[in-house]
């Protein structure tokens, strides 16, 4: 009995740390911190271009 209760101890104190550790680094990236708002940029209102042409037909001589 003894050794299993000696096991039980060191078994809550590895869990004990890894807790611990979890904690101390938290989660990785971006996903435990606020999101920084997207700077917008307003593009200036242009016209619009001109559609393209296509080719000119003319009569053809016969």
Known sequence: MNSERLAGILGTI???VA???AIGY???GQSGK???PAQKVE???TAP???PR???VREVPQ
């Open 34 to 36: 606020a999101q920084k």
């Open 19 to 21: 807790l611990a550790a």
């Open 49 to 51: 271009a001109p559609a």
């Open 43 to 45: 593009q200036p209102a």
């Open 14 to 16: 590895v869990a004990i």
């Open 54 to 56: 296509g080719p000119v």
């Open 26 to 28: 938290g989660p990785l």
